[in-house]
């Protein structure tokens, strides 16, 4: 009897490059896989206007400097913002200053964007991968805004594994936890490390078989190879020591705790973009495949898992 093997794609924190989603969706065919697996942090963090100025030019403020351009040249100015992972935005100059007076006109106009754009990138996902027998997975992060939860609900077909247990192919499971511990940012979805553990047990109490089980857990589990990063102080300037930044692990203590505590056969996370690569927690393997969105770089992990073997092996990959 042949053992049943599959393959799965695991990528994360692409932040709203439409370059990097675009990617995602065409790895399950490139690389031969069964499962593709967005692991949290999906939308992008600004609007970046583009504004009409006289003579038919357009103004724009992108990576530090700024940009004029003219009509002929507006679509690939778009494509620049949007693969960086920003939010292209047409306006004027009286809107700019409208802008300034209220400034929940910005937000409303910045979610009504982050909607629209993964709105799109879902129909995208839907139309590359019917027929093909892939299933996706689209999972926010602690970056994401609740709101995105309804926007991932509304398909048929890709799923939002927050808050459930996903049945995989080959009678493997997933439960996901997009949530992080505190940040210096004030993101949309953290937690103190309490709530944290109590949310990651609820989701494990649903997990049949912890052999056959990957946790997606977005923050990875502190003080491992793949959750070190720059100290930042009260005003997110790097903490210096003899003339260096200091680098430590800023990952979730609770995580660590549910993966030593449950030994899921895998654990795939992301959230820090820096710290590439994997941990070994007991017999669990942690994986963390980095991120370079603003490149428009896709970094993922390919993993073959094996029903009689569990994970037979994985490779980072990017492109």
Same mark, same amino acid.
């Not at 056959?212 to 502190?222: C, E, Q, T």
């Given at each position: 009897? *042949?053992? *049943?093997?599959?393959?799965?794609?695991?990528?994360?924190?692409? =932040?709203?490059?439409?370059?990097?989603?675009?990617?995602?969706?065409?790895?399950?065919?490139?690389?031969?896989?069964?499962?593709?697996?967005?692991?949290?942090?999906?939308?992008?963090?600004?609007?970046?206007?583009? &504004?009409? %100025? @006289?003579?038919?030019?357009?103004?724009?403020?992108?990576?530090?400097?700024?940009? /004029?351009?003219?009509?002929?040249?507006? +679509?690939?100015?778009?494509?620049?913002?949007?693969? @960086?992972?920003?939010?292209?935005?047409?306006?004027? !100059?009286?809107?700019?200053?409208?802008?300034?007076?209220? !400034?929940?006109?910005?937000?409303?106009?910045?979610?009504? =964007?982050?909607?629209?754009?993964?709105?799109?990138?879902?129909?995208? @996902?839907? /139309?590359?991968?019917?027929?093909? $027998?892939?299933?996706?997975?689209?999972? +926010?992060?602690?970056?994401?805004?609740?709101?995105?939860?309804?926007?991932?609900?509304?398909?048929?077909?890709?799923?939002?594994? /927050?808050?459930?247990?996903?049945?995989?192919?080959?009678?493997?499971?997933?439960?996901?936890?997009?949530?992080?511990? +505190?940040? +210096?940012?004030? %993101?949309?979805?953290?937690?103190?490390?309490?709530?944290?553990? /109590? *949310?990651?047990?609820?989701?494990?109490?649903?997990?049949?078989?912890?052999?056959? #089980?990957?946790?997606?857990? =977005? &923050?990875? !589990?502190?003080?491992?190879?793949?959750?070190? @990063?720059?100290?930042?102080?009260?005003?997110?300037?790097?903490?210096?020591?003899? $003339?260096?930044?200091?680098?430590?692990?800023?990952?979730? *203590?609770?995580?660590? #705790?549910?993966?030593?505590?449950?030994?899921?056969?895998?654990?795939?996370?992301?959230?820090? =973009?820096?710290?590439?690569?994997?941990?070994?927690?007991?017999?669990?393997?942690?994986?963390?495949?980095?991120?370079?969105?603003?490149?428009?770089?896709?970094?993922?992990?390919?993993?073959?898992?094996?029903?009689?073997?569990?994970?037979?092996?994985?490779?980072? &990959?990017?492109?």
């Amino acid at each position: 009897m *042949r053992t *049943r093997e599959i393959k799965v794609f695991f990528a994360t924190d692409i =932040h709203g490059s439409d370059r990097c989603f675009r990617k995602f969706v065409n790895a399950g065919k490139f690389y031969g896989a069964d499962v593709l697996i967005m692991g949290g942090d999906i939308t992008g963090k600004m609007l970046v206007p583009i &504004v009409e %100025s @006289a003579g038919g030019r357009y103004r724009s403020h992108v990576f530090g400097r700024d940009r /004029e351009v003219g009509e002929e040249e507006l +679509p690939a100015l778009r494509k620049l913002i949007a693969d @960086a992972g920003f939010y292209a935005y047409d306006t004027t !100059p009286d809107e700019i200053a409208e802008f300034r007076e209220r !400034p929940q006109l910005v937000e409303d106009t910045f979610r009504k =964007h982050m909607h629209e754009t993964l709105s799109a990138w879902m129909s995208l @996902a839907e /139309e590359r991968l019917a027929g093909t $027998g892939i299933m996706c997975l689209l999972a +926010p992060g602690n970056d994401d805004p609740l709101f995105v939860d309804d926007v991932l609900g509304a398909s048929d077909m890709l799923i939002n594994p /927050e808050g459930r247990l996903v049945e995989l192919p080959a009678g493997f499971t997933m439960i996901s936890v997009g949530y992080s511990n +505190p940040t +210096p940012w004030d %993101s949309p979805r953290e937690l103190p490390e309490e709530q944290l553990s /109590e *949310r990651i047990d609820r989701e494990a109490a649903k997990v049949p078989d912890m052999s056959k #089980a990957i946790f997606n857990l =977005h &923050v990875p !589990p502190k003080d491992t190879p793949i959750d070190q @990063a720059m100290l930042l102080d009260e005003e997110f300037r790097p903490v210096m020591k003899s $003339g260096s930044p200091m680098i430590a692990g800023v990952g979730s *203590r609770a995580v660590r #705790a549910a993966i030593s505590t449950y030994q899921p056969l895998l654990a795939l996370h992301g959230h820090i =973009h820096e710290s590439r690569g994997e941990a070994k927690i007991g017999g669990s393997r942690s994986i963390n495949p980095g991120s370079e969105y603003s490149e428009g770089v896709l970094r993922g992990a390919l993993l073959t898992l094996s029903v009689r073997k569990g994970l037979r092996g994985y490779q980072l &990959v990017a492109g």
